[in-house]
């Protein structure tokens, strides 16, 4: 249909409309004596009247429908739990569905086929007639039928038993979805018998010795009333046992112990419940989690070779830790404040020399010098060099070549104070200990004097004097496997500590060597947080718990992800919140692949990103599905009702075809075309244009 529409004539196109007029008239009786003029009048004359037409603002407007015929959409449930079920047995399931679909074509309605599980498919009609995956996303259903509709669907029929693993639950309110679902509703409503370990809530880590509760949740399905027998074993030793009383229809139950490690590493807790003889599936009735145990003490040796101001400061920051037993050994004329014997027969986790050795001993501990590195491989032993006034350097040398730290050519000048600062690989070694904020907000840093200078081509600079083009090192660590060392080369520490009392940094040479003395020692194990799974083996399609736990009060963090991958290849990732009331890091996430999943954790501190954890489940194919084998009846109905279907059970799947008809969609095109601002009504005009030039000029009047 076309419809031209215009604008009411105003004041102005009729004097327009009257110029034209007197305009042609005009020159009709000036050229009426000359027919070779005529055909230029007459296409002046066209030309005045075309404009007089846009004036009037002409618009075309072309309109035109057609029908097209909607599509209906058979979803097939694809998921292992359908092969499960005794009514239908699969062979009868899908005959039956092969021949509903032919009873739809007969009746000359249009339909696609698309299954449904861990994702979609179209494969059906291709015959691809396979029922295998191991989880049911019902939220990609939905979503495929909100998609379909923008470009109109006549309704959809879903084929499902309703149990849902993956994704978002059946709604419980409005579906967004304007045309009807109807659904087939499959299986029986009495579940098949299932106990499994649920999960396993314990603390990633604890202190060896301390107290912890260990939490068993076990999960039953189906009609049961059962006494079992859940235990907990560590290795192969019996934990605990104890009896719980099971009720089926997916409750739980829990079932506390109580554990107390006595070794230190990891230590691996295996909780078991006996299997019912009605069960199919029993490889979810033991479970194993980690738990990464840590020393409750730890032994330290401080050496003092000659008084010094810093002994102090050393032993209060070391004194602090509750954790920390620590034997002071200090040199007296010709004997020790402890008998050095005590030094040698025990087992150090880290040994301190605090202005040692000096003139006095440097020949005994260079005679020791071999003794002293063989104590160091059999105890796997730290240590720390403080540098003082009265230090032996040649003694020192040979100690700190143990390391292959040398001491390189002097540049500041010895007992001068310099400016100082920590540099960007304190920030690399300790992420989550960060000072340069409080460091800048302060004026107030003290400087501090030079001692010796040390190469650090073997080591890690923390820590150096603020001497441009000066590679000075005020702090270094370093690992020579399996032994840490640190080099504090100035003896000026009490001036850091005393100096800075009552500024903002009065905390500063506790917070420096705190983090430092951990790492030596090792007090958090390997690493700064624990994370673990809530057990070491789940079902395809079961979500998984992830928590962790910071070994100290200052493991702060902005935010933080765990990135989950499958054979080197990132396939999810979710945020990581943290649990005020259990003190812990939480995430959980979909069991949406088989095999083996790794995971790797990232925390974010003062904008940079550290991984901090890293680790691995196992997922069983498909046999999450065996835990809910029946018809879960209410959702389904819930969510035919939402859409304006209807529901029926398999038996009266052929009901579904009465709700089933032809629908069709007729749709009107609209096009409106405004002519003065056609490009091709502006191209006439100039052709018109042309033409009378062309004339003219034949006509020898230009």
């Given at each position: 249909?076309?419809n031209l529409?215009?604008?009411?004539?105003?004041?102005?196109?009729w004097?327009?409309?009257?110029?034209?007029?007197?305009?042609?008239?005009?020159?009709?009786?000036?050229?009426?004596?000359?027919?070779?003029?005529?055909?230029?009048?007459?296409?002046?004359?066209?030309l005045?009247g075309l404009?007089?037409?846009?004036?009037?603002?002409?618009e075309?407007?072309?309109?035109?429908?057609?029908s097209?015929?909607?599509?209906?959409?058979?979803y097939?449930?694809?998921?292992?739990?359908?092969?499960?079920?005794?009514?239908?047995s699969?062979?009868?399931?899908?005959?039956?569905i092969?021949?509903?679909?032919?009873q739809?074509?007969q009746?000359?309605?249009?339909?696609?086929?698309?299954?449904?599980?861990?994702?979609?498919?179209?494969?059906?009609?291709?015959?691809?007639?396979?029922?295998s995956?191991?989880?049911?996303?019902?939220?990609?259903?939905?979503?495929?039928?909100?998609?379909?509709?923008?470009?109109?669907?006549a309704?959809?029929?879903?084929?499902?038993d309703?149990q849902?693993?993956?994704?978002?639950?059946?709604?419980?309110?409005?579906?967004?979805?304007?045309?009807?679902?109807?659904?087939?509703g499959?299986?029986?409503?009495?579940?098949?018998?299932?106990?499994?370990?649920?999960?396993?809530?314990?603390?990633?880590?604890?202190?060896?010795g301390?107290?912890?509760d260990?939490?068993?949740?076990?999960s039953?399905?189906g009609?049961?009333?059962?006494?079992l027998?859940?235990?907990?074993?560590?290795g192969?030793?019996?934990?605990?046992?104890?009896?719980?009383?099971?009720?089926?229809?997916?409750?739980?139950?829990?079932?506390?112990?109580?554990?107390?490690?006595?070794?230190?590493?990891?230590?691996?807790?295996?909780?078991?419940?006996?299997?019912?003889?009605?069960?199919?599936?029993?490889?979810?009735?033991?479970?194993?989690?980690?738990?990464?145990?840590?020393?409750?003490?730890?032994?330290?040796?401080?050496?003092?070779?000659?008084?010094?101001?810093?002994?102090?400061v050393?032993?209060?920051?070391?004194?602090?830790?509750?954790?920390?037993?620590?034997?002071?050994?200090?040199?007296?004329?010709?004997e020790y404040?402890?008998?050095?014997?005590?030094?040698?027969?025990?087992?150090?986790?880290?040994?301190?020399?605090?202005?040692?050795?000096i003139?006095?001993?440097?020949?005994?501990w260079?005679?020791?010098?071999?003794?002293f590195?063989?104590?160091?491989i059999?105890?796997?032993?730290?240590?720390?060099?403080?540098?003082g006034e009265?230090?032996h350097?040649n003694?020192?040398?040979?100690?700190?070549?143990l390391?292959?730290?040398?001491?390189?050519?002097?540049?500041?000048?010895?007992?001068?104070?310099?400016?100082?600062?920590?540099?960007?690989?304190?920030d690399?070694?300790?992420?989550?200990?960060?000072?340069h904020a409080?460091?800048?907000?302060?004026?107030n840093?003290?400087?501090?004097?030079a001692?010796?200078?040390?190469?650090?081509?073997?080591?890690?600079?923390?820590?150096?004097?603020?001497?441009?083009?000066?590679d000075?090192?005020?702090?270094?660590?370093?690992?020579?496997?399996?032994?840490?060392?640190?080099?504090?080369?100035?003896?000026?520490?009490y001036?850091?500590y005393?100096?800075s009392?009552?500024?903002?940094?009065s905390?500063?040479?506790s917070k420096?060597?705190?983090?430092?003395?951990?790492?030596l020692?090792?007090?958090?194990?390997?690493?700064?947080?624990?994370?673990?799974?809530?057990?070491?083996?789940?079902?395809?399609?079961?979500?998984v718990?992830?928590?962790?736990?910071?070994i100290?009060?200052?493991?702060?963090f902005?935010?933080?992800?765990?990135?989950i991958?499958?054979?080197g290849?990132?396939?999810?990732?979710?945020?990581i919140?943290y649990?005020?009331?259990?003190e812990?890091?939480?995430?959980?996430?979909?069991?949406?692949?088989?095999?083996?999943l790794?995971?790797?954790?990232?925390?974010?501190?003062?904008?940079?990103?550290?991984?901090v954890?890293?680790?691995?489940?196992?997922?069983q194919?498909?046999?999450?599905e065996?835990?809910?084998?029946?018809?879960?009846?209410?959702p389904?109905?819930?969510?035919?009702?939402?859409?304006?279907?209807?529901?029926?059970?398999?038996?009266?799947?052929?009901?579904?075809?009465d709700?089933?008809?032809?629908?069709?969609?007729t749709?009107?095109?609209?096009?409106?075309?405004?002519?003065?601002?056609?490009?091709?009504?502006?191209?006439?005009?100039?052709?018109?244009?042309?033409?009378e030039?062309?004339?003219r000029?034949?006509?020898?009047?230009?």
């Amino acid at each position: 249909m076309i419809n031209l529409s215009l604008s009411e004539p105003d004041q102005i196109f009729w004097y327009v409309l009257l110029l034209c007029i007197l305009a042609m008239v005009y020159s009709y009786y000036e050229v009426r004596e000359f027919k070779k003029l005529k055909p230029i009048i007459i296409l002046r004359t066209f030309l005045f009247g075309l404009i007089l037409f846009l004036i009037l603002d002409p618009e075309v407007e072309l309109t035109h429908s057609n029908s097209r015929e909607l599509k209906w959409h058979i979803y097939v449930d694809r998921s292992l739990s359908m092969t499960y079920h005794t009514h239908p047995s699969m062979g009868t399931l899908v005959t039956g569905i092969d021949k509903l679909l032919e009873q739809i074509k007969q009746r000359d309605i249009s339909y696609s086929v698309l299954g449904f599980g861990n994702d979609l498919d179209t494969s059906w009609l291709q015959g691809d007639k396979s029922i295998s995956d191991g989880s049911t996303d019902f939220g990609k259903v939905l979503e495929s039928i909100r998609l379909q509709e923008t470009d109109g669907l006549a309704g959809s029929v879903i084929i499902t038993d309703g149990q849902i693993n993956l994704g978002p639950e059946i709604p419980m309110e409005s579906l967004d979805i304007a045309s009807p679902i109807h659904v087939i509703g499959v299986g029986d409503e009495t579940p098949l018998v299932d106990v499994a370990i649920h999960s396993i809530q314990a603390p990633p880590v604890i202190i060896k010795g301390e107290k912890a509760d260990l939490d068993v949740t076990i999960s039953s399905y189906g009609k049961i009333q059962e006494r079992l027998n859940v235990t907990l074993y560590s290795g192969s030793k019996l934990v605990g046992s104890n009896l719980v009383h099971v009720s089926g229809g997916g409750s739980q139950d829990r079932i506390q112990f109580q554990i107390n490690p006595i070794k230190t590493g990891e230590a691996r807790y295996t909780a078991k419940v006996n299997a019912l003889a009605e069960e199919i599936n029993i490889q979810n009735n033991k479970q194993v989690v980690p738990i990464q145990v840590l020393k409750n003490e730890y032994s330290i040796a401080l050496i003092t070779g000659a008084p010094n101001f810093n002994t102090q400061v050393i032993k209060r920051i070391l004194g602090k830790n509750p954790r920390f037993r620590i034997d002071h050994f200090t040199y007296k004329p010709n004997e020790y404040s402890i008998p050095m014997k005590t030094f040698w027969d025990t087992n150090y986790d880290l040994i301190v020399f605090d202005n040692h050795p000096i003139q006095e001993n440097a020949n005994e501990w260079l005679s020791s010098l071999r003794v002293f590195a063989k104590k160091l491989i059999s105890h796997k032993s730290s240590v720390a060099f403080v540098i003082g006034e009265d230090v032996h350097l040649n003694s020192l040398e040979a100690y700190l070549s143990l390391m292959d730290v040398q001491i390189s050519h002097r540049i500041l000048e010895i007992g001068t104070p310099y400016e100082w600062e920590l540099n960007s690989n304190w920030d690399s070694f300790f992420p989550f200990e960060s000072l340069h904020a409080e460091m800048e907000i302060s004026s107030n840093l003290p400087p501090l004097r030079a001692g010796i200078e040390l190469d650090s081509t073997n080591g890690t600079t923390l820590s150096n004097y603020s001497i441009s083009d000066v590679d000075a090192p005020l702090l270094m660590v370093g690992e020579k496997s399996p032994l840490r060392f640190m080099v504090w080369t100035s003896s000026d520490i009490y001036s850091l500590y005393h100096r800075s009392q009552g500024t903002k940094l009065s905390a500063m040479a506790s917070k420096i060597l705190n983090p430092v003395f951990s790492w030596l020692m090792g007090t958090g194990g390997s690493q700064e947080f624990y994370f673990r799974s809530d057990k070491n083996s789940y079902q395809q399609g079961e979500k998984v718990t992830l928590i962790g736990k910071s070994i100290r009060e200052q493991g702060s963090f902005q935010e933080g992800f765990v990135y989950i991958s499958q054979n080197g290849d990132r396939i999810n990732s979710k945020p990581i919140v943290y649990d005020d009331e259990n003190e812990l890091l939480k995430t959980q996430f979909w069991a949406s692949q088989s095999g083996q999943l790794d995971y790797e954790v990232e925390l974010v501190h003062a904008g940079e990103t550290t991984k901090v954890s890293e680790g691995s489940i196992q997922v069983q194919e498909s046999q999450v599905e065996l835990n809910r084998v029946y018809l879960k009846r209410e959702p389904l109905m819930r969510l035919s009702a939402l859409a304006h279907g209807s529901f029926q059970t398999w038996d009266d799947r052929h009901k579904i075809l009465d709700q089933i008809e032809p629908q069709s969609k007729t749709e009107i095109h609209y096009a409106k075309i405004i002519l003065h601002d056609n490009i091709w009504l502006i191209l006439f005009i100039l052709g018109i244009l042309t033409a009378e030039w062309v004339l003219r000029r034949r006509l020898g009047l230009m």
